[in-house]
């Protein structure tokens, strides 16, 4: 029900999206990654919109998010959302053959990347650690066994949110430049 001509996300690219905002070395308020799940390019929803439809989508998308961050923060392990390539009809003839793990993760890579684009912050690291996840990441398509690579996406993520957890929670110490106000001064 997303107003034309807005191209939505589908469920599966959604959680590779919200799973490379999740990785993020900052926390990144809702409204800078919201939009870009009803519309690839981020265009805003126009104003005549259905806010109660609205409503739902966002509390479904927060829930998810909430819910892949406190499983990666307890327990380095989330249930991704991909494709069951048994269910799915077989590549056409005239595309270029792909792995069945390319199948089966390519929706999921696309909007984690899609992620990685819109929030470059986390190239900008310069951390090795992020650097070889990130490049873990990009290979699993190669991988023949879906299977495998579905573990191997789970593991390089939860490697990748603990390596960016400490500048996601980082305080800044905020220094005062005028002096102190008494008590009892006007």
Known sequence: RTPVPLEPMDAVTIDGYLAGIAVQPRIVPIDEWLPGIFDVEGRALPEAHDT??????????????EVMNADLAESAWFD?????????????EYEPPKTDAARALG??????????????????????????????????????????????????????WS????????????????????????
Request: charged share 25%.
């Open 163 to 186: 390596a960016t957890e400490p500048g996601r929670y980082e305080v800044a110490t905020i220094r005062r430049t005028m002096p102190k106000v008494g008590r009892n001064e006007p």
């Open 80 to 92: 991704p959302v991909i494709i069951d390539i048994d269910t799915t009809p077989p590549t056409s």
């Open 107 to 160: 929706p999921w890579l696309a909007g984690f990347d899609l992620a990685l684009r819109r929030f470059s912050s986390l190239h900008d690291l310069g951390d090795s650690r992020v650097d070889g996840a990130l490049a873990a990441l990009s290979a699993l398509t190669n991988e023949a066994d879906a299977g495998r690579a579905v573990d191997a996406l789970v593991r390089t993520l939860a490697s990748l």
């Open 52 to 65: 109660a439809w609205l409503a739902k989508c966002r509390a479904l998308v927060e829930r998810r998010f």
